[in-house]
């Protein structure tokens, strides 16, 4: 989590995921003195700009009706949409042209090197970086961004400015945001351009054990005889990701990346069995020190925000392989790569900061086992200071809300490409598909393939997958004991009891009695103030989080559906998740409390039966109120044409066919179990123009009777419908009850409140504020 060259934007050139053409990159320098100028001015810009702004919204109200302008604004979103269609780059492989040599005038120029060590920065060097010079036998590169000072230099290092970036020829420096430390990726081509066998991917305060690289690392692996390695053992092919820390005797630390519900297996490896060194293209070392955990760790380990951590691991324990099917986080910071794994370093462009690197990594592990390369974890190479300079929870929303899905989808993501570099831009496509990143990084990587034929790098033969081959039984022979250390972990206060903390040990439990249940939000306030924000607080939760409203968003991934035909756009979920165990729906101003919801039934329908002003019968004959007649109407004729099960099922329920149930609907839960018949129920409606509160009640009631729902998982709900002017987030919400309603959400400014509130409840909700 804590890596010093991750710099937060200040203020840049452009926005971070600004797309420049090439033509803009020849003339960076003119950029750089006009971003100067408006940093000093930006105070009149921001004025005349609000000033056009506000004459253009003047204007456009006043000449537009609203229909006008409603039409408007969905012809933009259906144009937005149909240019966001992800499109499959069209490569012609063989016809990639070099990269034109640079001239003698270019520095460094004829440079060549075999080992290099690569780094960010974005402020003053650092005495380890100056270290980082004076190890035999390696190079030092340093990528400079937006952030970097304009005089940064360090004796005995090659520095790449953002000027000198441009002039390189690299197609993926047009896909490269400016304040960010995934600019390493221009270092990591120039590396390789320049004669790289290995690159060793650090930063600016690593400081290396014993300055000797070659002692941790594996740095040879043509030599004639390999060592055997130990390998974790398949015996559970269910395991898919492993906490490598426990290998090496601290088992209540866990590394940035690993899913939160992994956190908690800290017992060690029953056995392991053993794999012939000299494949291990990636090699992740360990950092003593600050090691590389999350934000959830770093925030509730301490005794005191002020201390720093000082973690130490087993320098004895061997060096440990994964097998394919099995993963471990991969960092930017402590990584030896081989020239086999070469194009496993492009970062990824379109997602948080701080999950980048865990994400390629990910990606990267699963190509290797295309090539019949592995993953080694290495014990301690370097050591790293906490600075007590903690990223916030939100920098990590990508890891949180998606590892655990990624995780899952490399394992069965398969391919028939005929080439590596087909199989990595497939994987790349087929990761946008399912929104672990955006189309930006599938051209991102078409362009940094390109980029590595075009500097002469030549591509891996691919290897037949083991993963799709029998596993042999383990036999006793085969079975290697390590039994790592239980070095101290006193550290800070925080105690070593064999488990992790209490509010971890909560997330835990939350996450594995909802972690294969599906929610579906339904948002009416602004999704571009808040869908990220929803995903972020449930995602931690359930097993994805879709997100609904009136208008669609994609880069938001926002799906467009009305709230009056919500009810129908269920089947389509329930598709795409058919494996899930369950389905829960939630409109955004429904809070969910659900730590409270630990008892309820999920074999069961849930909805707020129990809820006097939630739920409620009115009768269809000398009704007032034209909705509820037209309703009423529509009710009847759908029923009279219902199957004998659910037309049998809906009369007994109702008693009286004279009247009409109405349930507002903000919450309600399917089984797996009832999906089917939910589908059928939405087919039989069609085209009526049945509102959701009236369909949702008519659909359970058909399902199943009222006597079989779990009414009392949400009968305890609290349920306002007059609120006086004086009522507040604070005077309307309790912890204690199973949802709240009402809460209007509609900005950062409210989240952060109802954060705080529900903090009472999950206090590790702090963390994303």
């Known amino acids: 989590m804590m890596v010093q060259d991750r710099v937060v934007p200040k203020t840049v050139p ?135 000072p304009t005089d940064w230099s360090v004796k005995g290092a090659i520095y790449l400015s953002l000027e000198q970036q441009a002039q390189l020829g690299f197609r993926s420096v047009d896909f490269l945001p400016y304040s960010s430390y995934v600019r390493k990726s221009v270092g990591y081509l120039f590396a390789i351009q320049h004669g790289a066998k290995m690159i060793f991917d650090a930063d600016d305060r690593a400081e290396v054990l014993g300055s000797d690289l070659g002692r941790h690392f594996n740095t040879d692996l043509v030599e004639q005889k390999h060592p055997v390695l130990l390998q974790y053992s398949h015996a559970n092919p269910n395991r898919t990701v492993v906490n490598p820390y426990i290998h090496f005797g601290q088992r209540s630390v866990w590394p940035r990346g690993l899913p939160l519900d992994h956190v908690g297996d800290v017992a060690h490896e029953e056995f392991y069995t053993e794999v012939f060194g000299g494949r291990q293209f990636i090699q992740q070392g360990l950092s003593n020190g600050l090691p590389d955990v999350d934000a959830v760790f770093y925030y509730t380990r301490k005794s005191s925000g002020l201390e720093s951590f000082d973690i130490r691991f087993d320098e004895d324990a061997p060096k440990v392989v994964l097998p394919q099917g099995m993963m471990v986080p991969v960092n930017s910071f402590n990584t030896l790569y081989h020239s086999q794994a070469f194009w496993g370093l492009m970062l990824p462009v379109s997602v948080s900061s701080m999950a980048s690197d865990v994400i390629r990594g990910y990606w990267a592990q699963r190509i290797l086992w295309e090539i019949g390369g592995y993953v080694a974890v290495y014990p301690p190479t370097i050591y790293r200071m906490d600075k007590v300079e903690a990223y916030p929870f939100s920098e990590e929303k990508d890891l949180h809300v998606n590892v655990n899905r990624l995780i899952k989808f490399l394992n069965s993501w398969r391919s028939n490409k005929r080439t590596l570099f087909e199989r990595i831009l497939h994987l790349s496509y087929a990761m946008a598909e399912e929104g672990f990143w955006s189309e930006q990084d599938v051209k991102m990587t078409a362009a940094w393939l390109q980029d590595l034929l075009a500097i002469g790098y030549q591509q891996p033969r691919l290897m037949s997958l083991e993963l799709d081959r029998g596993r042999a039984a383990i036999g006793h022979g085969d079975k290697k004991e390590f039994v790592p250390k239980k070095l101290p972990s006193v550290h800070l206060g925080v105690e070593e009891t064999g488990t992790v903390n209490f509010e971890i040990g909560n997330l835990i439990r939350w996450r594995k009695h909802f972690g294969n249940v599906v929610l579906v939000m339904h948002l009416g306030a602004p999704v571009d103030r808040t869908a990220l924000e929803w995903r972020l607080l449930y995602g931690r939760i359930f097993k994805t989080v879709i997100i609904l409203a009136e208008q669609g968003s994609w880069d938001l991934a926002v799906e467009q559906c009305p709230l009056g035909h919500a009810y129908k756009y269920l089947p389509k979920v329930f598709e795409r998740y058919s494996g899930a ?186 963390e994303l504020v």
């Open 581 to 766: 165990e369950g389905f829960l729906f939630l409109q955004d101003n429904m809070i969910l409390n659900y730590w409270n919801l630990l008892q309820a039934d999920r074999t069961k329908l849930w909805i707020t039966d129990k809820v006097k002003d939630s739920w409620f019968t009115k009768p269809k004959l000398g009704n007032a109120d034209e909705w509820f007649l037209k309703q009423g109407e529509m009710v009847a004729q759908v029923v009279s044409n219902f199957p004998v099960h659910f037309q049998t099922s809906y009369k007994e329920s109702m008693g009286d066919e004279d009247k009409i149930t109405f349930c507002s609907s903000e919450l309600f839960y399917i089984p797996g179990r009832f999906v089917g018949d939910f589908a059928d129920l939405v087919g039989l409606v069609g085209d009526l123009d049945i509102h959701h509160k009236i369909a949702v009640p008519m659909f359970f009631l058909s399902m199943d009777s009222p006597q079989n729902f779990d009414s009392d998982a949400l009968a305890k709900t609290v349920y306002k419908t007059k609120l006086s002017p004086n009522d507040t987030f604070s005077s309307i919400y309790t912890a204690q009850a199973p949802a709240v309603f009402p809460m209007k959400v509609q900005n950062e400014v409210d989240f952060v409140k109802l954060v705080r509130l529900m903090a009472s409840g999950d206090p590790l909700l702090m």
């Open 14 to 148: 452009t926005p971070p995921h600004h797309t420049p053409s090439r033509s803009n990159n020849r003339n960076f320098a003119k950029r750089l003195d006009f971003a100067t100028w408006a940093s000093e001015n930006s105070y009149k810009i921001l004025a005349v700009f609000l000033v056009i702004g506000a004459v253009a919204a003047l204007f456009f109200l006043r000449n537009a009706g609203d229909s006008a302008a409603l039409l408007c604004f969905e012809q933009s979103n259906s144009a937005k949409s149909a240019a966001h269609k992800i499109h499959y780059p069209q490569i012609s492989w063989s016809n990639v042209a070099p990269v034109r040599p640079l001239g003698p005038s270019v520095p460094y120029s004829s440079f060549k090197s075999e080992k290099w060590i690569l780094v960010s920065v974005s402020s003053a060097p650092t005495d380890a970086l100056r270290a980082l010079t004076r190890i035999k036998g390696w190079q030092l590169l340093a990528v400079g961004n937006s952030e970097t």
